[in-house]
């Protein structure tokens, strides 16, 4: 890490603009190990037809709910970026990641320190692909409502925004983050090779960006050397950038929430087995194997663990 980096500045950067970057976190070979490790298992899941693909520009997605149609992400449908999940089962590096100092820090300054992980996934931008479009992460919030008046009722809630989301009322507050991400550049992230699209301080705008309507936006990018990490407030509107040219661009995007909400990947469910005996307190309590507040447990409230085998008390007589 650049000795002029500033932990406290970056706070300040992530309260204010709503995203931060640590220049320079991995370097020399940690950094070699990492790329090595991400671009060896892309084509190892290209190789065995398992290499999910977004961002072609003539590639529909959602269907008429905003939900995602079945079969939409591969190449054949115009795929072009490649994405890989569930990186925890896929190398000690995106382990490391995961618990990495840094994150405990910047990602608990946002969600306090019992924070777990949602999604640990890369994103490989290839040229061609197209601008992923602003979005927020916590997208499924209820907006904050008037006592008493109608709302969305919460599982109603799209990747369509409704209007109340698009033109908060602001006098009813806004809600706070619950979701924060780290973006791992493990390539120089540019202007034109995808850098993640931004739009400053919007995480406090309490809105949705329209889901079509951008140009008028004043968007940013997040643009980095190899082995910078950035952190974004999961309310912050951000996107994949559009790739014209050149390299791929090698992302992996850490999002972690409070653990009182759901995980986008199943982390328990999907853990590798193999990996439990070798796994930190620490990483098993980003997986969401600590119950909070009893929440996530499997039988007594007091347990302070579950564990992927867990004794399951059947019918008994
Ligand atoms: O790859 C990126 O730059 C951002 C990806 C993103 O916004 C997402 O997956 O939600």
């Known amino acids: ?94 382990r490391d990641m995961v618990v990495h100092p840094l994150v405990d820090e910047l990602i608990g300054h946002i969600l306090g320190p019992r924070f777990i992980l949602s999604t640990h996934s890369a994103n490989i931008a290839k040229p061609g692909g197209k601008r992923m479009g602003l979005h927020t992460d916590q997208w499924w919030m209820p907006q904050p409502v008037a006592p008493g008046s109608d709302y969305v009722r919460p599982s109603e809630i799209s990747r369509v925004p409704a209007s109340s989301a698009l033109e908060p009322d602001m006098s009813l507050g806004i809600a706070p983050a619950v979701v924060a991400n780290t973006m791992w550049m493990l390539s120089d992230f540019t202007t034109n090779n995808g850098a993640t699209e931004f739009v400053s301080g919007t995480h406090l705008s309490g809105a949705q960006p329209h889901p079509t309507e951008q140009a008028d936006y004043p968007i940013e990018q997040l643009v980095g050397s190899a082995g910078s990490l950035a952190v974004f407030d999961g309310r912050l509107w951000h996107g994949t950038g559009a790739h014209t040219g050149g390299e791929d661009r090698l992302g992996v995007l850490g999002t972690f929430c409070a653990p009182q909400f759901r995980a986008q990947e199943n982390q328990v469910l999907g853990l590798d087995r193999d990996l439990w005996p070798q796994l930190s307190d620490k990483m098993k309590e980003r997986l969401g194997f600590k119950p909070w507040n009893a929440y996530g447990r499997i039988e007594s409230p007091a347990d302070p663990w579950i564990e992927p085998e867990p004794n399951r008390i059947r019918e008994l007589s």
């Open 1 to 94: 890490m650049d000795a002029s980096f500033d932990i406290e500045q970056a706070k300040r950067d992530l309260d204010q603009h709503g995203f931060c970057i640590v220049p320079g976190v991995l370097a020399g070979d940690e950094l070699s190990e990492a790329r090595d490790r991400l671009v060896a298992q892309a084509a190892a899941e290209e190789r065995d037809n398992l290499d999910f693909r977004d961002s072609g520009p003539d590639q529909p997605l959602l269907d008429d709910y905003g939900l995602f149609k079945p079969g939409a992400f591969s190449a054949a449908n115009g795929g072009i970026n490649q994405r890989l999940w569930m990186l925890v089962n896929k190398g000690q590096c995106f």
